[in-house]
């Protein structure tokens, strides 16, 4: 009976340990690992005389713990203007508030006019965008295909492999934009492979938007012809 308890704990801490590993937020990452040591903890504490492997288990619960209510009272400290909230609202809901304040702090906030471009097509995205407020138009060739209003992210489709945009971005009115450089972005993405992956999720959601926006306008036009 003792050995079948014993792989019960042991096949349970190991199972915890294979969902941690496919988890993209930190923080669930160290709360998979302070649950795989809790699990494997009366395993490794009651195997014997050799206790060395219930210190190690129970070290590793007790720095996740740790970690995780550092997190946790800092996460409490974050605050965000309205305009910020609604963007990590949008794009970046896969963030806990300490990540979502960190990488909103590698942009900046600026107003432009009616008529600046913002990406050009056949040449590399120079920034993220996010349009806050105003609209933009999608060309291509010089032709309308498509408009942005506010909420849109634009550039998400080829600013982080540096691919050539497939259309020009103007502005069609006075606009409110967070932006982040494309080469600045790509930088911190490196030194933070959890953010991206919540990052590339909201590119995902963005970029099915735009393509069901998109199909509507299509269908649109070809009703009216």
Excluded: C
């Amino acid at each position: 009976m003792a050995s079948f308890n014993s792989a019960w704990f042991l096949y349970g801490a190991l199972l915890l340990l294979l969902a941690t590993s496919f988890v993209v937020r930190i923080e669930y990452a160290r709360i998979g690992l302070a649950a795989a040591a809790l699990v494997a903890l009366p395993l490794t504490l009651f195997r014997g005389p050799d206790l060395g492997y219930g210190l190690l288990v129970l070290a590793i619960l007790v720095v996740n713990i740790g970690i995780l209510a550092r997190l946790w009272l800092r996460g409490t400290k974050v605050q965000f203007s309205p305009e910020e909230e609604e963007l990590r609202r949008q794009h970046f809901s896969g963030l806990g508030a300490t990540a979502a304040r960190d990488l909103i702090d590698q942009g900046y906030w600026i107003s432009a006019k009616r008529g600046e471009v913002l990406i050009r097509e056949n040449q590399a995205a120079p920034s993220l965008f996010y349009l806050a407020e105003g609209q933009a138009a999608i060309l291509r060739d010089g032709v309308e295909i498509a408009k942005l209003s506010g909420g849109a992210l634009i550039g998400e489709a080829t600013v982080l492999d540096g691919a050539h945009a497939t259309g020009t971005v103007t502005l069609g009115s006075h606009a409110r934009l967070w932006f982040v450089p494309a080469a600045a972005l790509r930088a911190y993405l490196a030194a933070n492979p959890g953010i991206a992956g919540a990052l590339h999720e909201g590119f995902a959601r963005a970029l099915r938007g735009k393509l069901a926006s998109a199909n509507t306008r299509i269908a649109e036009r070809s009703v009216i012809s």
